[in-house]
């Protein structure tokens, strides 16, 4: 994982007011919960005493209890009481919790993976997805290394070939290209596919240099988006499991149908319509090998 980033993880709604959830992230088992104020917290999922896990336990109020001897954990990690030992004694202050800034926002759960920091950066996130915009989630599991899936999303001449009934229908086997430019956090993608017609692919330095906006967006670490037109947006936050899994949280953002009901219906169809397309990416890119990909690998 690419460490000193923050990674959307969750959604909002999986993490619910007074009651832990346990999940694997980051390759490591984590426990989210809430405070009082409804603010989440991210811990290891393991008590200091005995490593029983604390998703298993309860919340308290401000705290975490661990199912095994009660041990109370509060957001920072500490343990602030000992049952065993009486309500008027003092924990040991060996009985730590890893825990890890956590932020709300987007819809998402994000977790701090990296140095500790007086000053942490800003979240990443696409701005234009504002609240002008509504969104249906559909979230996917890939048993890939999540740099594998976000390769894919990145890739533009699969189209043809792994979406030739869908959104890579018209045989434009040919790339122009793409051209890559970086844009604050990340990077750009400006895409020219065409018919074969018999003159050899333009490389990028070839092409007239973009403007307006790009096609494909990417957000580091986790962060996608496909601008489909003004009004329609597809995009994944890829959470990684650990090194052979991840979970895509794919979503259709639109803003074209304002009705409630109606709204709700485009939504459901448009994430619906999306995981079909993803789930031609992902019968193939399971397949790749390594699953893990990386700068130099033959």
């Known amino acids: 994982m690419i460490p000193n980033q923050w990674y959307a993880v969750l959604e909002s ?37 005995r490593g029983a896990a604390l998703s298993l336990g309860r919340v308290s109020g ?36 890893p825990t890890y800034p956590t932020r709300e926002a987007h819809g998402f759960v994000w977790v701090w993976w990296g140095e500790d920091r007086a000053d942490l950066p800003p979240l990443p996130f696409f701005d234009e997805l504002d609240d002008s915009f509504t969104y249906s989630t559909f979230r996917y599991h890939w048993p890939v290394h999540y740099s ?11 189209l043809p070939f792994v979406h030739h009934n869908t959104i890579g229908r018209g045989h434009r086997t040919v790339v122009d290209g793409p051209v890559v430019r970086d844009i604050p956090g990340g990077l750009g993608v400006w895409v020219h596919n065409r018919v074969d017609n018999g003159s050899p692919a333009k ?9 307006g906006l790009p096609l494909l967006w ?8 496909n601008r489909i037109g ?6 994944i936050s890829f959470a990684p499991i650990d090194e052979g899994n991840t979970l895509l949280y794919l979503r259709f953002y639109q803003r074209f149908m304002t009705v409630l009901g109606l709204r709700r219906v485009v939504g459901k ?3 619906l319509g999306s995981a079909f397309i993803a789930w031609q990416d992902r019968r193939v890119v399971i397949t790749q090998q390594p699953v893990k990909s990386s700068l130099k690998m033959g």
């Open 13 to 49: 709604d999986e993490v619910k007011r007074g009651r832990p959830v346990g999940v694997t992230r980051l390759g490591e088992k984590l426990v989210f919960w809430r405070d009082s104020a409804g603010h989440p917290v991210c811990q290891r999922d393991k008590c200091a005493h």
């Open 62 to 97: 401000d705290r975490v209890v661990c199912p095994f001897h009660g041990l109370e954990y509060d957001s920072t990690g500490r343990c602030q009481a000992v049952p065993a030992n009486g309500s008027h004694s003092e924990a040991p202050e060996r009985l730590q919790v």
């Open 148 to 158: 594998r899936a976000i390769e894919n999303q990145l890739d533009v001449v699969h």
């Open 203 to 211: 490389r990028p330095q070839e092409l007239d240099e973009p403007s």
């Open 218 to 225: 990417f957000h580091y670490p986790c962060l996608w988006q």
């Open 230 to 235: 003004e009004d329609i947006r597809v995009a």
């Open 269 to 271: 169809l448009g994430a």
